[in-house]
């Protein structure tokens, strides 16, 4: 049974996107240095087609894009929560999920996504903007995960001096 523990709106997570993010409990992979230790719990409410129906319902205009945050105990469920949005917005709203798995798991139908963030989290080489990290960020297109880990890149602020008369 999937739970969640929380959800916010937020424009990081999924670069371009406006997305409900939704952070789900009970994550097995226990990465040190994790952001989010408290998501390592069995804690929360429980996160299926009704709750996630609801939720819709009240971020419809405001969003783009759904992302599970975490899933990893339930790879399929996530998938299917997925399937679940697209087919409820008729396509309209976008899904990513962030998983802390290096791989995907067998058979998983990635179709169900527009994004997925796949890697464990290592404390020293860093997260997503970290030029060092060894997540990846993926776009699915046509069938095919291409990588955009560079959107989260740190830019450079360039410093310029300007007059005003």
């Not at 990846?136 to 450079?156: H, N, P, Q, S, W």
Request: charged content about 25%; proline content about 4%.
């Amino acid at each position: 049974m999937l739970k969640f523990v929380n959800y916010s709106v937020v424009f990081r997570e999924v670069p371009n996107e406006v997305t409900l993010a939704i952070n789900i409990s009970g994550c097995p992979n226990k990465c040190k240095g994790c952001h989010s230790p408290h998501l390592m719990e069995d804690v929360g409410a429980v996160l299926d087609n009704e709750m996630l129906y609801s939720l819709l319902c009240r971020y419809n205009n405001a969003i783009t894009c759904v992302c599970f945050m975490g899933g990893d105990a339930e790879p399929e469920k996530v998938e299917q929560l997925a399937f679940f949005v697209r087919r409820a917005t008729n396509g309209r709203i976008k899904t990513a999920w962030y998983s802390g798995k290096s791989q995907l798991p067998r058979g998983f139908i990635i179709e169900s996504f527009n994004y997925i963030k796949l890697g464990p989290y290592i404390e020293k080489l860093g997260g997503l903007d970290s030029p060092f990290t060894n997540q990846r960020f993926y776009k699915i297109e046509e069938g095919r995960m291409v990588d955009k880990t560079c959107l989260f890149a740190k830019r450079k602020v360039v410093k310029t001096e300007a007059s005003y008369q």
